[in-house]
């Protein structure tokens, strides 16, 4: 049977390791020049109903270093679920492809993408999850702090939308501890709620000091996500307090990491000197994005690389 990537709670612990073991092979080995064409005349089609900077960059570079091609194709293009059916959208491509990635509104269309394709699909962003980008902070937690990630206490102070939501999924299946601050009217879905309390995953507050209090890294989010941006007056208003800047950080351990999935808003989630400060690794999460998503592509198209991979 086929498998997808939407989500972080379909895959295990081991699997996360092996992902996380061969992104850092695949890193190693591109950084000394070795080239690695795993998917070599393998096509990836990448559906964007959102802008992008990085999950495109990162999918079509990674394709182009793995020997395969990835195809773009822009929110206009297909007008998938008003040109097209979902359905047809996924059945047509999955004659041609051998992988879908698709960035997306409502996390359903990307489920049902996967349901009706033949194809693995990989989820590049919904506004329920962004498994992509939490498998490249993992992948940057443990090149700064080590293997074992249980050990950690990460902050998320911010927007209770889709990255924080990936954060709780990911503290799940790598059992560290996940402090959230979040206002009023913003938490994260009841859902994730309940799931955190249930499986004792960390705090959910209002209160950013709390949640920043001795934590190893620190992560914030835009306070206005895409498709949200008719209610960025409201929100900038709403958010305040919840920046990362130097007086929160000082809450944090000394030596904490300063996280964010980008694009930011400097000035608004996020201070310039912290974000450009020295305990940033910003830039070493999108530098992973690529490496990290190598590995799920050569995982779901040749699932055999995994699992003679030893876990990391
Ligand atoms: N972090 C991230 O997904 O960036 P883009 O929106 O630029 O792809
Ligand atoms: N919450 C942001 C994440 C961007 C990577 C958004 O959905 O726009």
Redesign the pocket.
């Known amino acids: 049977m086929k498998r997808d990537f939407l989500d972080l709670s379909s895959i295990t612990a081991d699997d996360l390791n092996r992902l996380l073991a061969l992104a850092i092979r695949l890193k190693g080995e591109n950084k000394a020049g070795f080239e690695h064409p795993l998917l070599r005349g393998k096509t990836l089609a990448m559906l964007f109903q959102k802008?992008?900077?990085?999950?495109?960059m990162t999918f079509e570079t990674g394709m182009a270093q793995l020997g395969g091609h990835a195809i773009y194709i822009a929110p206009q293009d297909i007008g998938i679920g008003e040109r097209e059916s979902v359905k047809d959208v996924a059945r047509n491509l999955s004659r041609w492809v051998d992988l879908i990635m698709i960035r997306t509104f409502a996390h359903e269309t990307c489920v049902e993408l996967a349901r009706e394709a033949s194809v693995p699909v990989i989820n590049g962003?919904t506004d329920m999850l962004?498994p992509c980008?939490l498998l490249a902070d993992l992948m940057t937690l443990r090149e700064h702090r080590g293997p074992d990630l249980r050990k950690l206490r990460v902050a998320f102070v911010g927007d209770g939308f889709n990255m924080a939501q990936s954060w709780i999924e990911a503290a799940a299946l790598a059992g560290f501890e996940l402090r959230i601050a979040c206002p009023a009217g913003y938490e994260p879905q009841k859902s994730f709620v309940e799931r955190m309390r249930r499986e004792k995953l960390g705090i959910l507050t209002k209160d950013p000091v709390e949640a920043v209090k001795d934590a190893d890294a620190v992560y914030t989010d835009t306070w206005t996500s895409m498709g949200q941006e008719k209610e960025s007056a409201k929100r900038r208003r709403d958010f305040k307090g919840f920046q990362v800047n130097r007086e929160l950080l000082k809450h944090a351990r000394r030596d904490a990491l300063v996280m964010h999935?980008?694009?930011a808003h400097r000035g608004e989630e996020i201070t310039d000197e912290v974000i450009d400060g020295a305990q940033s690794v910003v830039l070493d999460e999108a530098e992973n994005r690529l490496h990290a998503q190598k590995a799920v592509m050569v995982w779901l198209v040749k699932p055999e690389i995994l699992s003679v991979m030893a876990p990391a």
């Open positions: 802008p992008s900077l990085r999950t495109r962003l962004h980008q999935c980008l694009p």
